[in-house]
């Protein structure tokens, strides 16, 4: 019992800023749907639920994420064996630069897309520019590393032997496959499947970029009822339907993530030689990498091309308004605040993060100790899959009057941010805390250490390296976050995704120019912040 | 002639894992490749599965060069240590494995999994999992496994070694017998000469990647090539020079460069020729085991017969029991 109220004690604090900043926005959200009047009418939900066009969005939605799944799991496969268990030169880089699309701001991708898909673009002639192959392609191409990195991971510390032992009872490489590998990768594949299921149906600065009002997904069309048609009913009816499918695939993803004893020793295999069989692989991961740059090579081009001609005309107009005063404020100064906010969210996300972690991974000494922790675990996985748009509406409709009023609070921004990237900490640092045998802790406590001593001594040389990655992948996150910030960056002080986002919704070529420039100098940041997370070989990163 | 090994290396890098070694073995017999860990032997067993590529030398079977042929092509079972069962199969699917590979009717596959958990002595255990099983049930469902389908060679990495003591001598007599019942050639890699004498008919001993010794069990046993090679084989103590001298001569036997004793090489005996002064004892269930310091010998171990009234500082006889100990006879090598 004491064992528990400590627990509850340390708890305390992550829970209560999750439940000021994120179970209170959510709700209000949610409430402003339900009461109409002061009264209670949860009549009005039903009638929006029962809309031809909220029956349409739904399925679009189902139908977008569940191909846009199948397709990254079916890309991801290939390209996981290849860059984690076979020794490629340059395969180092090469997963990096497959982290980058995820990281990569969701308008940059929506941006890219656009310059690749849209008139005058390469690939215009095919007509996809605002179509639902657009809008899956762009899907695909950002959660395919996510498929990469959780099923690589696994892939990598897949024992080699039981596949040797078939091998040896005559079963060839491809029935290896079908009877050993793939049955033992089968939580990592269907774990992965699920959040990629879920960030596709909770995807919104893709599809609002690629879509526009004619596709909407349950997420953008809560954005443009909530922003431009006003229907709040509406919107909030269609946040409780997603906050429950949301819920129902967490559950289902922790339970096909469980893994029977986290302290058992992770074994690496070591990456083997390519052999002439691996041909096909080779060329799969190729192509998949191929197909990923082609939109960010696209758009740097675009980039370059001012008027017709080439030249550097676009990045030299970030330090103006654009055409028509198209901004309030420079793009080089949005960049500024980007990075400031980011490096405000990054601690914040770190400091409740490296809490959280630490809270779940310790070992339980009874049922009920283990119910209060893995109760804690999916609470603070919550904001992984609530919608953004819900997120950010919520805080502009809960977070105004006192004590709470943080409206004009400079925090504000990266307090959404840090809950958005909250989820990525806590994932990246749980496997490498409950990895760390009790009994280390034991031994050091035996041998006379304190429990500060302890920490310093046992948890802190084997941490300290995923949280640093950790802090990085939370900062990359941060940078590109748009469906919270464009609901609460003020007008005066906007981030430069919301930036890039005005510029595109304004005419005029050079707005348009500068949009990618913009997109350019943000996928640069994040790709430089990524690729120095990668140099600290952290596992986990990135895997679900 | 079947397996043949002929001058096989593998190399990690720059060093050599595996070091010129060749070896044969013929139907029906099991080889058993004896060595320290990290010998390279586990490495040399890998390399005739099709596992680890030959940097030098040639594995054939009948006369035919197996190095274009894969793994799942040269019908040898592998089993590995630790049984390495497939988690999500039950034992009945786990031993049926390679029969379902090969589209083994399903009429056909029972009756041989039927069969092959009797002959392991697993009978009723189809449905259980991997995980819900002993070490030592592990590993029958693995021998039943890598038996199935009649394969022309088994090759087991230290099957044993896993167990406990009971189980390990246990299971030790059991696998014997079903490699003979079953006929099988089988190729042994194991650290344990224990292991290597209850499963094997001939030994090679395997020392930093080369064979140093190779033939019958028995022959191996009685003649280990050096000193090295004897102690590995169990022999207690290694004796030089004039020490190895004297033993010999109080034998019987030639002089020789070194002899190698058991523990039970001395035994108390009132005529025997050597004297010596008991320096401990302790009393084992089967005999009275000493340590006691020989004239001119030094610190050698010797056995007395149970009830035996005998206690250090006392003066003892001993005679030299010549099957009890090896003349080594080449110089170990430094």
Partial sequence: ?544 | MTLALDHVTVRYGDTAAVDDVSLDLATGQVLAVLGPSGCGKSTLLRAVAGLEPLSAGRISWDGADLSGTPTHKRGFALMFQDGQLFAHLTVARNVAYALRLRRTPSARVDARVRELLSLVGLEGYDDRLPGTLSGGERQRVALARALAVEPRLILLDEPLSALDATLRERLAGDLRGILRTAGTTALLVTHDHEEAFALADRLAVMRAGRVVQGGAIDEVWREPVDEETALFLGYARVLRDDAAARVLAAAGLRSSYAVALRRSALVVDADGPLRARVEQARVTPEQVRLVVDVDRVGAVDAVAPLGTRVSPGDEVSLRVDVTRLAVLPIRATP
Avoid at chain 1, 166 to 194: D, F, K, N
């Fill in chain 1, 1 to 544: 019992m004491r064992r528990i109220l400590g627990l509850l004690l340390l708890a305390a604090g992550p829970v209560l800023v999750l439940g000021v900043l994120f179970v209170l926005p959510v709700t209000g959200m949610v409430a402003e749907g339900f009461v109409a009047d002061g009264r209670f009418a949860p009549g009005a939900v039903m009638d929006v639920l029962a809309r031809p066009r909220v029956h349409r969005v739904a399925w679009f939605t189902v139908c977008t994420s569940g191909v846009a799944t199948l397709l990254s799991v079916v890309l991801g496969l290939p390209a996981a064996y290849a860059l984690h268990r076979l020794r490629l030169p340059g395969r180092a880089t090469v997963r990096a630069a497959m982290l980058v699309p995820f990281v990569l701001p969701t308008v940059v991708v929506g941006v890219a897309f656009r310059q690749l898909l849209g008139e005058g673009g390469p690939l215009g002639p095919l007509g996809l520019d605002g179509t639902p192959v657009a809008i899956v392609a762009g899907l695909v191409f950002f959660n395919v590393a996510v498929v990469v990195r959780t099923v690589g991971v696994a892939w990598e510390s897949l024992d080699p032997r039981p596949g040797q032992a078939a091998a040896a009872l005559g079963a060839s490489p491809w029935q290896v496959l079908r009877t050993v590998t793939l049955p033992a990768l089968r939580p990592a594949i269907v774990g992965a499947a699920s959040i990629v299921f879920l960030f596709c149906a909770t995807a919104f600065g893709i599809v609002l970029t690629l879509g526009g009002v004619r596709h909407a997904t349950v997420e953008t069309e809560i954005y443009l009822l909530t922003t431009t048609v006003f229907d709040l009913q509406a919107a909030a009816a269609l946040s409780v339907l997603q906050i429950i499918v949301v819920l129902g695939l967490l559950v289902l993803a922790a339970r096909l993530r469980a893994v029977p004893d986290p302290t058992a020793q992770r074994t690496v295999t070591p990456a083997r030689a390519v052999r002439r069989g691996d041909a096909p692989v080779v060329v799969a991961t190729l192509l998949v990498l191929g197909a990923m740059l082609v939109p960010v090579l696209g758009l740097v081009l675009g980039s370059l091309r001012v008027g017709g001609e080439w030249g550097l005309g676009n990045y030299r107009a970030l330090t103006s308004a654009g055409d028509d005063q198209a901004l309030v404020e420079p793009v080089t100064s949005a960049l500024a605040t980007s990075l400031r906010t980011a490096v405000d969210a990054t601690w914040m996300a770190l400091l409740v993060g490296t809490l959280v972690a630490a809270i779940v991974t310790r070992r339980s000494h009874s049922l009920a100790e283990r119910r209060v922790r893995s109760t804690l675990d999916g609470f603070f996985m919550l904001p992984l899959g609530v919608s953004a748009v819900t997120l950010g509406f919520g805080f502009l409709i809960t977070l105004d009057q006192p004590p709470l009023d943080l409206r004009d609070s400079p925090l504000l921004v990266p307090m959404a941010q840090a809950l958005v990237a909250l989820p990525l900490v806590v994932r990246t640092l749980t496997p490498v805390l409950g990895g760390i045998d009790d009994r280390q802790r034991q031994a050091a406590a035996s041998l006379g250490a304190s429990p500060w001593r302890t920490l310093l001594t046992v948890d802190l040389p084997v941490a300290w390296k995923p949280m640093l990655a950790a802090s990085g992948f939370a900062f990359a996150a941060s940078l590109g976050e748009f469906g919270a910030t464009s609901f609460l960056a003020r007008d005066d002080s906007p981030t430069l995704p919301v930036v890039i986002f005005r510029l595109l919704g304004h005419p005029g070529a050079m707005n348009y120019g500068m949009a990618l420039a913009a997109s350019v100098v943000l996928a640069v940041a994040t790709a430089v912040v990524m690729l120095a997370v990668e140099r600290l070989r952290v596992p986990g990163v990135g895997a679900f």
